[in-house]
């Protein structure tokens, strides 16, 4: 699939008419939301990674890298959220290849520090990518990670309090990856 390219941006440096694009595009594809909501998610994130089809915006996904202690060990959490392609456009690869560029690049600027990717996943599509983007994950069909599982339990329960999406923070659609 030709034609696509992908740019990541300061949340803060996205012009109003993307964001405007980019809030059309997530209230065509999540029910039960709204242009506040996003917004309100939007200004917890750092950047966004934007997927163009010439000059027509037909994907994002958003994220921040925050760092925290867990049992006594310094991590970095790739918390990501709000990922959504158009349909018409579902089956490139510019995201997917785009996003494991950048995080191989968050990765390397401190390689000696975890870095956990911290997601929400609203379908199987990005769950499928877990296995391609992670060295182990939870929750995992065949192997699973109790201490995959705590940490996960403790990051969801921590950003409760700080995204706008409640509930769903910690119920079974949380995952993370070990990157």
Not at 31 to 51: G, I, T
Not at 140 to 146: A, D, E, F, I
Not at 174 to 179: C, E, F, S, Y
Request: charge should be positive.
């Amino acid at each position: 699939m030709e034609g696509y390219k992908s740019t990541i941006v300061k949340v803060s440096d996205i012009p109003n008419a993307t964001l405007d694009a980019m809030c059309r595009l997530y209230l065509t594809y999540y029910d039960n939301s709204d242009a506040e909501r996003f917004r309100s998610d939007l200004a917890l994130k750092k950047e966004a990674l934007l997927v163009y089809k010439q000059q027509l915006l037909v994907g994002f996904t958003l994220y921040t890298v925050y760092r925290e202690t867990w049992r006594n060990t310094a991590l970095r959490i790739l918390y990501s959220g709000d990922t959504v392609v158009d349909r018409a456009h579902w089956g490139q690869q510019t995201l997917a290849f785009s996003w494991i560029s950048r995080a191989g690049q968050i990765k390397r600027l401190e390689p000696d520090t975890p870095l956990y990717w911290f997601l929400i996943v609203k379908g199987h599509r990005t769950y499928r990518y877990l296995p391609t983007f992670s060295q182990t994950f939870h929750p995992h069909w065949s192997r699973p990670s109790r201490n995959l599982k705590l940490l996960a339990d403790w990051l969801a329960e921590k950003n409760s309090a700080r995204t706008t999406i409640g509930p769903t923070v910690s119920s079974p659609s949380t995952h993370l990856g070990d990157i």
